[in-house]
Nanobody
Framework: VQLQASGGGLVQAGGSLRLSCAASGRTFSMFGMGWIRQAPGKEREFVASINRSGGSTYYLDSVKGRFTISRDNAKNTVYLRMNSLKPEDTAVYYC????????????????????WGQGTQVTVSS
């Protein structure tokens, strides 16, 4: 599956952005999806994931209540709505796909993605 992320940009602290990731090449609904970020000088960090149907999600503690992951299987797209952004959210955000999972399974942070998209830069100024 090919993944194309978009929607990043520069925003002031407290602002909002919505990232999108369009998938192609395989049946989108067969994949769990997620977002992973990497800040400068730091390791990649799990942000959020969603199961195949969109009914179950998982979040990094520091983004709970601020970020929302969702998906539209008809549009082959996964989203990450980010509200109340903080400077520490600054990172390159990567879209990821998880294969070989049952419908009810929500990929946890420990599960390595099977596919990665290119990143989109999110910069939050203070």
């Amino acid at each position: 599956v090919q993944l194309q992320a978009s929607g990043g940009g520069l925003v002031q602290a407290g602002g909002s952005l919505r990232l999108s990731c369009a998938a192609s090449g395989r049946t989108f609904s067969m994949f769990g999806m997620g977002w992973i970020r990497q800040a400068p000088g730091k390791e990649r960090e799990f942000v959020a994931s969603i199961n195949r149907s969109g009914g179950s999600t998982y979040y990094l503690d520091s983004v709970k209540g601020r970020f929302t992951i969702s998906r539209d299987n008809a549009k082959n797209t996964v989203y990450l709505r980010m509200n109340s952004l903080k400077p520490e959210d600054t990172a390159v955000y990567y879209c990821a796909a998880y294969s070989g999972i049952i419908s009810s399974f929500t990929p946890p942070p420990s599960r390595a993605p099977d596919y990665w998209g290119q990143g989109t830069q999110v910069t939050v100024s203070s």
